[in-house]
């Protein structure tokens, strides 16, 4: 999901899984958001006259490579391969990370104020989600 230019709002959902997330173009803000929504989610979008949905069509994604996400929810073995990684946030962002699976994570990555830490690794199995927030690019390189 995307706004469109110029607006900034929040971004809500509710149910199967929740998140919330500030979008648009302010140095709080990602300019975009991956959730998955099921039936019965509730969706709620404030401070926006316009935001874009589009559909996720990229295939599932089983290989320990080199990946780049953004703000949202991600499933290993389909939007990342399993294995292991150092992540980074992309220069100049700090945001929250999460991994919930068999390696439960919760770091702030990036940050200047020395609250968040440069880079973490994170073994990643499949089914495992990550939840990124707060940044529009974070990275993952392949370790042995």
């Known amino acids: 999901m995307t706004a469109a230019k ?3 709002g929040n971004f809500f959902v509710t149910g199967t899984d929740d998140y919330n997330e500030i979008l ?3 140095d709080l ?3 975009k958001v991956r959730v998955k929504l099921q039936d019965g989610d ?3 979008i404030s401070g ?3 935001v ?3 559909p996720v069509t990229a295939p599932f994604v089983t290989n320990h490579a080199k990946a780049t996400l953004y703000a949202g929810q991600f499933a290993v073995g389909e939007d990342i391969g399993a294995g292991r990684y150092k992540v980074t946030p992309g220069a100049g962002q700090s945001g929250n990370f999460f991994v919930d699976g068999g390696n439960y994570v919760n770091e702030i990555l990036g940050g200047s104020d020395g609250l968040g830490v440069p880079s973490v690794e994170v073994d990643l199995s499949e089914g495992d989600v990550i939840t990124i927030s707060g940044m529009d690019q974070v990275v993952f390189t392949p370790e042995s």
């Open 24 to 26: 648009g173009g302010s």
């Open 29 to 31: 803000g990602v300019s």
């Open 52 to 54: 874009t949905f589009t």
């Open 42 to 44: 509730s969706v709620q």
């Open 6 to 8: 110029g607006e900034q």
């Open 48 to 50: 926006m006259r316009k």
